[in-house]
């Protein structure tokens, strides 16, 4: 009942989002664009560009497509909004349910139905406008939650789940580069644990795990056989030699934004602020717990100045009472016999020392401190809280029990509820849902002139001009294709994220024999360049556009037909 109650509350929150007006823009338009090249001959075999180029001076792809087909079928079958938004609430039904089943499996009646009060909690803390949002570090939070699960699962001998641990774990790291470490050592952990329970058990002590590996390196070899192939065989050097390079010299791609790690300080203050202060991992610090930064120069150093960071002091503090309160816990288990909650300690005890690391190392560039790049810490501070009810319920008696878990499924439907409101966390995309109606315009008015036009086959689009992270161009670039134009581009950085095939040839580079498409927003939308046509246009703010500033813009998208002659004809 409380994992329907939770999925419920899913599929309204998408139903009503997709009544609302619900539009794909941004990186979010990304997602839609490459899941309709799913099985076309711009077939994806990467994910999305990521922000970690910025830093170490190489472009680097999240490593597959797994989200890209996820969303594929449906966005064919709804439509862009549509079908991006059934396809990640149908996804984050599913880890709903799959969480309580694992947990059920694990630890029984008692760890199902809290494990259900924190998968609550978790939807709760997204807020009802994430729970169909396919941004990356948005869409990995519940699917992550049922990654922990399965490796504490795995962890407590329950090695049958571990193909799940497997396959869930490639999607994160597929999806996400923030995921490369704990991922994969999480795995090794939970496996490496399972094979010492079996040293002293005689001959055949290890059959049972003969199944579950193979079918392992069946799931391993199968979700990561195109991010393999386009590295053996795609164009220039592979993704995964990039992203090993990014992470030790750095590339040569262009020339890197000064970047430093978070280093011990800062990083001890994130985790802090996450885990051990108030409001810790739940809804009201998902948007501020980790504030906007900027890097200031006094002259002698760079100094982060991130003033809605919690201070080293009761960051320390809170660590270190949180770490006293885990490990009391732990010892409470054991003195039980509980040996599945005394794997669950084991697996939070790894995962907080990977997350301590990782956090550490964890470049910061111009784009100051970022959660997206650490979401997993919501979650680890989440299997912390699990773990200490769970540890908590072991020591009661039989009445007592029964009694907490009717409270706990009660606090569940509670939370449930209190989902039900609209609430947007603006995380990624999300912060320009005002910008909705705007983009929805602008569609409807390109479908009009292109099905009136019928002359454009392919063009080539300019996405400069607005600015970095904006919401307008992607969706335009997607709708294009959608209505059958093939977009090219020129700059390389782009079309790894739209896919190597539409980079412009380099005989064809700056000879103009496209027809080429660029967007304005604000004060440049409302002017018509010399040579230039404008075939959508939302009339909004017509002041400058900045990131900022979320209003209702101004924006249009313009069509040169003949960009040489337009340059000869300009002043």
Known sequence: MLALATSLVIAFSAA????????VIGDNALIELRGRDVLTSHHPWLGTWSSAS?????????????????????????????????????????????VGWVAARTGGATAAVVAQ?????????????????????????????????????????????????????SFAMQTHLGYLFIVPILVAFALTTAVLRRRGRGPGRFGDLRRPVTLSVVVLAVLW?????????????????????????????????????????????????????????????????IPPSTWIDDGSERVLDAPGLRTLGPSVIGLVI??????????????????????????????????????IVTPIDILGLSPHKVR???????????????????????ALRHRALVGLAALSLVVVVATVPTYVNRSGPVYFRETYASITDLREQLDDFLEQDGAL???????????????????????????????????????????PDRLLGDERVGTATLPLVFVRAGEAAAIVPPGAERIAFHDGDRSP????????????????????????EAP
């Not at 969303?71 to 990640?88: Q, T």
């Not at 994430?130 to 049922?146: I, M, R």
């Not at 909650?341 to 790894?350: D, K």
């Not at 813009?553 to 069509?559: D, I, T």
């Open 376 to 398: 997993w810490l919501w979650v680890i501070g989440a299997f912390a809280t699990y773990l200490l009810v769970m540890a908590v319920i072991a020591g009661l008696g039989d």
């Open 117 to 169: 009060l924190i998968t609550a909690l978790l939807v709760w803390t997204l807020g009802s406008e994430l729970l169909y949002d396919p941004w990356q570090p948005n869409v990995l939070v519940l699917p992550f939650w049922l990654f922990a699960v399965s490796v504490w699962a795995v962890t407590a001998d329950e090695v049958a789940l571990l193909p799940l641990a497997v396959g869930v774990g």
């Open 457 to 499: 086959s392919a063009v080539e689009f300019d996405a400069e001009g607005i600015g970095f992270a904006e919401p307008y161009t992607a969706p335009v670039m997607a709708e294009l294709l959608r209505n059958g134009v093939e977009v090219e581009v020129a700059d390389r950085t782009l079309a790894r994220q739209l896919g």
């Open 322 to 359: 949180l770490v006293v309160v885990i490990a009391l816990a732990w010892r409470r288990v054991r003195r039980l016999g509980n040996r599945q909650l005394e794997a669950g300690f084991q697996t939070l005890a790894v995962a907080g020392a990977v997350a301590t690391v990782t956090t």
């Open 16 to 23: 009503r989002g997709i009544r609302r007006g619900y539009e």
């Open 545 to 568: 556009f900045t990131l900022d500033d979320v209003t209702d813009r101004a924006v249009a998208v313009f069509l040169v037909r003949s960009p040489a002659a337009a340059e000869t």
């Open 54 to 98: 910025i830093s170490s001076g190489i472009d680097v792809n999240h490593p597959g497509p797994l989200l890209f087909e996820v969303v594929a079928l449906p966005v064919r079958l709804f439509g862009g909004p549509a079908g991006i938004a059934l396809a990640i609430a149908a996804l984050q039904i599913c880890v709903v349910w799959l």
């Open 225 to 289: 056989a195109q991010p393999l192939w386009e590295q053996l065989f795609g164009p220039g050097r592979g993704n995964i030699s990039r992203i090993v390079v990014a992470g030790t010299v750095g590339g040569s791609d262009f020339v890197p934004v000064e970047s430093t790690p978070t280093g011990i300080s800062v990083g001890l203050r994130v985790l802090g602020s996450v885990l051990a202060l108030p409001p810790w991992w739940g809804r009201p610090g998902f948007d501020s717990t």
